[in-house]
């Protein structure tokens, strides 16, 4: 049974730094691709970063803010937060499939495995 285990989330003040973690052994041991998304209060859940094939791709608000990555043991997909915004604060949660990253990377449809949710407090 895939499942996805978050950590790393809390508060901080704007400007700062934060590193989500998901363990994923299970998911990440083939091929595979990953995701953060985020849901803000009252806002609809949106995709942040996404991991696949070897690309890193971006949701604009967070380009040259975050950075998505997982270790070379393929067991923990991480988001290194910087320069972090009150506008940050939400639930972030990560995401995963087995297989290609598709086209539409941000499509909450193309994952299967979710993890709970860790949350994120920006306070300016």
């Known amino acids: 049974q895939v499942q996805l285990v978050e950590s790393g989330g809390g508060s901080v003040q704007a400007g700062g730094s934060l590193i989500l973690s998901c363990a994923a052994q299970?998911?990440?041991?083939?091929?595979?691709?990953m995701a953060w998304f985020r849901r803000a209060p009252g806002k609809e859940r949106e995709g942040v970063a996404a991991?696949?094939?070897?690309?890193?791709k971006y949701a604009d608000s967070v380009k040259g803010r975050f950075t998505i990555s997982e270790d070379t043991a393929k067991t923990t997909l991480f988001l290194q937060m910087n320069s972090l915004e009150p506008e940050d604060t939400a639930t972030y949660y990560c995401?995963?499939?087995?297989?290609?990253?598709?086209?539409?990377?941000?499509?909450?449809?193309?994952?299967?495995?979710w993890g709970q949710g860790t949350q994120v407090t920006v306070s300016s």
């Open positions: 995401a995963g499939d087995r297989g290609w990253l598709p086209a539409f990377f941000f499509g909450e449809d193309n994952y299967n495995y």
């Open positions: 299970r998911l990440m041991a083939s091929p595979h691709y």
């Open positions: 991991l696949g094939d070897g690309k890193a």
